[in-house]
């Protein structure tokens, strides 16, 4: 071999080595977020972050805001004869009380006593024997407690919309199976 070839040879070594080299370099990693950026995690006292937590979540208004939505999904699944979807938002609308109620502990006497008791339950055991003679009546007593647990609690202007003033059209229908 000649100088000439071997140093050619040398080269043509090196910088293949470079190449494979640098193909194999990983991207540096992605810097990481310094904590305390964000409007929680930069509150300067687990104190500052509960009051905010408290102030972002607010009171009873967003729990009864779902509540209200839920209710018009129950309603429409009782028109169509839809009974487990009527059960289903029924449940997530006890569940959404409830939540709503460790917010808001000063509303939980006139929602035991007036909604999340006898109407309630009596609702959820129609639905489950769906039974549409049953059920439609248990939905109007349900939509009487909602409403006396509205002017209990000093809103009875929530009861003067189309939600509570249109009654559910009965008979209802026996069932959405056969559909």
């Given at each position: 071999?000649?100088?000439?070839?071997?140093?050619?040879?040398?080269?043509?070594?090196?910088?293949?080595?470079?190449?494979?080299?640098?193909?194999?370099?990983?991207?540096?990693?992605?810097?990481?977020?310094?904590?305390?950026?964000?409007?929680?995690?930069?509150?300067?006292?687990?104190?500052?972050?509960?009051?905010?937590?408290?102030?972002?979540?607010?009171?009873?208004?967003?729990?009864?805001?779902?509540?209200?939505?839920?209710?018009?999904?129950?309603?429409?699944?009782?028109r169509d004869g839809n009974w487990p979807l009527a059960a289903y938002h029924w449940e997530k609308i006890q569940a959404t009380i409830k939540?709503?109620?460790?917010?808001?502990?000063?509303?939980?006497?006139?929602?035991?006593?007036?909604?999340?008791?006898?109407?309630?339950?009596?609702?959820?055991?129609?639905?489950?024997?769906?039974?549409?003679?049953?059920?439609?009546?248990?939905?109007?007593?349900?939509?009487?407690?909602?409403?006396?647990?509205?002017?209990?609690?000093?809103v009875p202007f929530i009861n003067d919309q189309p939600l509570f003033r249109e009654p559910l059209p009965l008979p209802l229908p026996v069932?959405?199976?056969?559909?």
């Amino acid at each position: 071999m000649t100088p000439r070839y071997a140093a050619a040879a040398l080269c043509v070594a090196i910088l293949f080595a470079l190449a494979l080299a640098a193909c194999n370099q990983q991207a540096p990693p992605a810097p990481t977020p310094a904590r305390g950026n964000g409007w929680l995690t930069g509150a300067p006292d687990q104190a500052t972050k509960d009051e905010r937590l408290e102030r972002y979540l607010r009171g009873f208004d967003q729990p009864m805001w779902e509540v209200g939505e839920r209710y018009e999904h129950v309603e429409q699944a009782l028109r169509d004869g839809n009974w487990p979807l009527a059960a289903y938002h029924w449940e997530k609308i006890q569940a959404t009380i409830k939540g709503g109620l460790m917010k808001r502990p000063k509303r939980q006497a006139n929602a035991e006593a007036l909604f999340l008791g006898e109407p309630w339950n009596g609702l959820h055991e129609a639905l489950e024997s769906q039974d549409p003679k049953r059920i439609g009546p248990a939905f109007a007593r349900a939509k009487g407690a909602c409403m006396a647990c509205h002017a209990a609690e000093q809103v009875p202007f929530i009861n003067d919309q189309p939600l509570f003033r249109e009654p559910l059209p009965l008979p209802l229908p026996v069932s959405n199976d056969a559909r």
